[in-house]
């Protein structure tokens, strides 16, 4: 019986996990009231608790490869188990890139991308060699982190006048159906979705009666705090400008001058980003791990440094450009692999689950 | 020798043959002293180390009490043990030893043996009594407020200090010896009830199996009682203080203090990260005046880890992130240093540590001279000279001050090689390796366990297994 992560950690390790690239991307702008997604999405997202959950709890808390296994018979259970851990490694990468994407444009324009890939990937490893537990408590610090640096954004924007409330207007200019139409589209995929990934770790962190608190509270939590960020970027940028802009919260942290002494606090936004996304990519590195050495049966930790190289070779070689990438995540990555692998998949793993193992009944 | 294993009570009675036995055993060392004495009317032996007593002790406690009259006149031999265990040693620590084999140990512990001749048993009585330093205020730990007593060399000394401050029968005392050439006395300490019993056991067997010849300071325990296995040890495990009044603090919260004979330096396991942080002080105090200079502690670690590296990664890579004055002010500095900014504080650091070098290891007397050429020639001629710049000696003086912010000199001095890497990092890719660097750090801290207990977790409170 491994020792489980307390509740308070595991709370902080999902609300890090699903805030850290979100925040800096916020609620894709593809309609008006980008904000309003945000929250509409949260009510959707909890079925997929609903859903997780009665996976988990239909045979005993295993986790879910074992789950998978049980489900669809040794072979095919096998390829899901690769297929998850490529997806996981495959996030992790897109993650990747997204962060030196970041980097790239703010901080560090002229260095090359494989050194500074090659620098975070080892760090990634390292992170996600001390296992869930030390992951978990390496997240308690991140959140500070997160949330200091939020609330000194919006105290910081206010003192230098830059929230104006009428940008928030024209509100719901095309009614709420666009609204609605995006959170299903995209919000509910991502971040919440991505919570499937600890569904690997269950064992440790405590199985679906756990789970379903904890993920329930780091969802409101969540929900609470990417709308106020998506509001403070419509308030301060515009609606027109948040729509045109990438990293639009740092955007809105250029506009930050008080006194002409405290200005261009947006690259150090990047660069705690850069310990969130570190976490992110940590958890999925970590499950994509497990998946690996429950196939090829050798320790995880053994796979540690060579999958991070993948994930980094991945994050250089998957796209062309920035451009591509930002496309490739809001279209192709949502319809061939979020919705079957978030939802289908372990929809009917759960129905498989229910059909052979009854209650009452044994195989 | 020529000792048989049935005949070891007869060898006792034979005094000619225990001080063969003697001879062959200790050899020509000169502070075997084994004198021969009368008791009553029967012919006895005394012996005992001249080293581990002093004569005065001997005279008073002992060859006194023999003299008496009641030991004059007994029945019978026997009776005579009976008589000096119970009434005349009755206040020292003393045993009825029976094998000649078990003697020499006890001699070298400090007892003093009484033979009698034709009595097949023998007396060791403690009669141990050195010099040593008297209590006094600790070196390492200074505080305004709060006790003044600091521990001695010795451990009974030690131990005492701990019991004075608990008068609870749970305390309890338990004794190792560890080095196979010193067999160096050590004790641990911890309230019964209070620990977690499993770490207890833990400290116990590694203890037992260490592998160590000698043992002259704590510090070699430190190396043994270290979490090994995740990852490297970069931080301290194990807290050490001079001030019982601290160990007696992690006491109550479930920690094992050990002692080790022949060191002032008492080590508490398990120990996390916020220890290191706490001075005794802060409790003395109204708590907000406490936890602010807590909270001074950590800023000045996160500043002595950061400000040299930040400072060469925003003057060499993102001069954008300097306010415009700020940046002209600094740029006019720098304007005739011939080195870059990475060069520059390395040269200043490593300067630094090399007077810190000297400081701490020269004598006392010429510690002045030290203080004249750092401050004087290291600092102002070096600006003068355009060798470096100003605020390159505000950024170095900046960071040396905050690394001696932490209250326990071990953390302190582990900080620093952090630092070094942190300018590498920064001078090679900015402030992206500067975070990446931190990252580490946070990774280093959370991963490590003491005991099993997390290093840093900051919910730890909500954790069964907490020890805050």
């Known amino acids: ?363 | 020798m020529n000792l048989d294993n049935h005949g070891h009570g007869e060898q006792l009675s034979s005094l000619e043959r225990v001080k063969q036995f003697f001879q062959s055993k200790f050899g020509q060392t000169t502070d075997l002293a084994v004198v021969s004495i009368s008791i009553g009317s029967y012919e006895g032996l005394l012996c005992y180390l001249t080293t581990m007593t002093s004569s005065d002790f001997i005279k008073k406690q002992v060859l006194k009490e023999l003299a008496s009259p009641e030991v004059s006149s007994p029945p019978t031999k026997e009776a005579v043990f009976q008589q000096l265990g119970n009434n005349h040693f009755a206040g020292l620590t003393h045993e009825v030893v029976t094998d000649l084999e078990q003697l020499p140990p006890k001699i070298v512990l400090g007892y003093g043996i009484i033979l009698i001749e034709g009595v097949p048993m023998a007396l060791a009585v403690d009669v141990r009594s050195l010099n040593s330093r008297s209590i006094e205020e600790p070196t390492t730990q200074n505080v305004v407020r709060g006790p003044k007593e600091g521990f001695t060399e010795s451990a009974d000394t030690n131990m005492s200090l701990i019991r004075r401050r608990f008068n609870n029968v749970n305390l309890r005392f338990e004794k190792f010896e560890l080095g196979y050439m010193t067999h160096t006395a050590v004790y641990i300490a911890y309230l019964d009830g209070e620990v977690d019993t499993e770490i207890v056991d833990q400290v116990r067997e590694k203890l037992k199996q260490s592998h160590i010849d000698s043992l002259f300071d704590s510090g070699r325990i430190e190396e043994l009682l270290h979490s090994k296995g995740k990852g490297m040890q970069l931080f301290p495990t194990v807290y050490n203080s001079e001030r019982p009044d601290a160990v007696c603090r992690h006491m109550t919260n479930k920690r094992i203090a050990i002692i080790v004979d022949g060191s002032p330096f008492v080590l508490v396991v398990p120990s996390i990260f916020t220890d290191f942080f706490k001075s005794p002080e802060d409790e003395y105090q109204w708590f907000v005046i406490g936890s602010f200079s807590r909270y001074l502690r950590y800023f000045a670690f996160i500043l002595s880890l950061t400000v040299p590296a930040l400072y060469i990664a925003v003057t060499s890579y993102h001069q954008e992130l300097i306010p415009s004055i700020l940046l002209t002010s600094i740029a006019a500095q720098r304007e005739g240093i011939p080195f870059p900014a990475s060069i520059e504080i390395l040269l200043m650091e490593i300067t630094f540590e090399i007077l810190r070098e000297a400081g701490t290891r020269m004598p006392r007397i010429v510690g002045a001279t030290i203080s004249i050429v750092g401050a004087l020639v290291l600092g102002e001629a070096a600006v003068q000279a355009g060798v470096v710049s100003n605020i390159t000696v505000i950024v170095v003086s900046l960071t040396a001050i905050s690394g001696f912010v932490a209250p326990i000199y071990t953390f302190g001095s582990k900080v620093r090689f952090f630092r070094f890497g942190m300018i590498v990092l920064s001078s090679v890719i900015g402030l992206y390796g500067l975070v990446l660097g931190c990252c580490l750090l946070m990774i280093q801290l959370t991963r490590i366990e003491s005991f099993g207990v997390p290093y840093l977790s900051l919910f730890s409170k909500w954790d069964k297994r907490s020890v805050t």
């Open chain 1, 1 to 363: 019986m491994p020792s489980k992560v307390n509740l308070i950690d595991t709370f902080t390790m999902q609300l890090v996990f699903l805030l850290s690239t979100a925040i800096i991307f916020g609620s894709p702008s593809l309609v008006p009231d980008s904000w309003l997604v945000g929250i509409i999405a949260f009510f959707p997202a909890c079925l997929l608790i609903v859903l997780y959950c009665a996976m988990l709890s239909s045979k005993e808390d295993m986790g879910l490869y074992p789950l998978l296994e049980r489900a669809w018979g040794k072979v095919i259970g096998k390829m899901f188990i690769l297929v998850y851990s490529t997806y996981f490694l495959y996030i992790a990468a897109r993650n990747i890139r997204d962060m030196i994407e970041l980097i790239m444009s703010i901080l560090l324009r002229i260095t090359p991308v494989p050194m500074l890939t090659t620098l975070f990937v080892f760090v990634i490893a390292y992170c996600a060699l001390g296992g869930i537990h030390a992951i978990a408590r390496f997240a308690s610090l991140i959140l500070w982190i997160i949330l200091f640096m939020l609330a000194t954004l919006a105290v910081l924007l206010m003192f230098s006048s830059s929230i104006i409330l009428e940008q928030m207007l024209p509100f719901l200019s095309k009614g709420l159906w666009p609204v609605v139409q995006t959170a299903f589209k995209h919000s509910i995929w991502f971040p919440y979705g991505e919570i499937i990934v600890f569904l690997v770790f269950q064992p440790q962190l405590g199985g679906a009666k756990r789970m379903r608190k904890v993920t329930f509270y780091a969802f409101v939590t969540t929900c609470i705090i990417l709308s106020a960020t998506d509001l403070i970027q419509v308030l301060t940028l515009g609606i027109e400008n948040k729509k045109f802009s990438v990293f639009a919260l740092l955007d809105a942290a250029r506009l930050i001058n008080i006194a002409n002494i405290i200005t261009r606090m947006d690259a150090l936004i990047a660069l705690i980003i850069m310990f969130g996304t570190l976490l992110k990519c940590a958890i999925f590195l970590y499950a994509a791990m497990v998946g690996v050495s429950r196939i090829f049966k050798k320790k995880p930790e053994d796979y540690a440094f060579s999958l991070a190289m993948l994930a980094g070779a991945f994050s250089i070689l998957v796209t062309r450009n920035s451009a591509e990438h930002v496309t490739e995540g809001l279209k192709y990555v949502i319809y061939t692999l979020h919705i079957p692998l978030q939802l289908l998949v372990p929809l009917l793993t759960l129905i498989l689950l229910r059909i052979r193992y009854r209650k009452g009944a044994t195989t």
